[in-house]
């Protein structure tokens, strides 16, 4: 596609209940990162996949949260039993493979807002 | 841990100011700093910098990196209110990762 896209823009859920987050990457973009972003604060890092493998997930805050990316293309990040510290914005990202050898630049989706009751 | 400090916090100026944003950062494997802006959605690109004391320059914008100090400004001269948004710091590492500041909210006002 043309951009990241994530779905759905907006989620409500109750305390407790199992949430799914979709990242639609930028096609053929090797790397992908997924970030917690709290109001007014920056983008926390969760985890990261080079295709299908997940290379870093020292950012998950809990057992609670799993992400996968079985193909290599679409991800998914879950967060089970939500709780209320858990709202947020939920942004994912993607880097080509040249940009991300060369340090360079995230192509963000515009974010999952989270709001747990 | 990888750690990323941006001040001033928030910054309040008029059209025509020239602003500064500070940087300071303390990672491991250091590989490149970036600078996003970020407005009600999605943050966007606009500097990256490997090397210190080269200058990225784009219109009102320029960035320049201190490696010696660890340290990056960005500068924004004769602001507008479509700069108004959160400027968003981020180090990568060799491994590939991103660590961010908590960002400068800049407003201005007509």
């Known amino acids: 596609g043309a951009g990241v896209s994530q779905s759905p823009r907006y989620k409500v859920a109750k305390r407790g209940q199992d949430v799914a987050l979709r990242c639609d990457p930028i096609?053929?973009?090797?790397?992908l990162f997924w970030y917690q972003q709290a109001l007014g604060q920056g983008p926390e890092f969760l985890t990261y996949?080079?295709?299908?493998?997940?290379?870093?997930k020292s950012g998950l805050p809990s057992d609670r949260f799993f992400a996968e990316r079985p193909e290599g293309s679409v991800s998914t990040l879950k967060i089970q039993r939500t709780q209320q510290e858990d709202s947020a914005v939920y942004l994912c990202?993607?880097?080509?493979?040249?940009?991300?050898?060369?340090?360079?630049?995230?192509?963000f989706g515009e974010g999952s807002r989270l709001t747990v009751l | 841990e990888d750690k990323v400090v941006q001040s001033p916090l928030s910054l309040v100026v008029h059209e025509g100011d020239t602003v500064t944003l500070n940087c300071s950062y303390e990672?491991?494997?250091?590989?490149?700093l970036l600078w996003y802006k970020q407005e009600k959605k999605a943050p966007t690109f606009l500097f990256m910098l490997?090397?210190?004391?080269i200058e990225k320059k784009s219109g009102r914008l320029s960035s320049i990196l201190d490696k010696k100090e660890l340290f990056s400004i960005l500068n924004i001269t004769a602001t507008q209110t479509g700069d108004s948004a959160i400027y968003l710091c981020?180090?990568?590492?060799?491994?590939?990762?991103?660590?961010f500041g908590d960002g400068t909210t800049l407003t201005v006002k007509p």
């Open positions: 990202a993607s880097s080509s493979r040249d940009s991300g050898r060369a340090g360079g630049e995230l192509f």
């Open positions: 096609s053929g973009h090797v790397s």
């Open positions: 996949f080079q295709n299908e493998a997940q290379l870093d």
């Open positions: 990672v491991t494997n250091f590989r490149s």
């Open positions: 490997t090397s210190s004391g």
């Open positions: 981020a180090v990568v590492t060799n491994a590939g990762k991103s660590t």
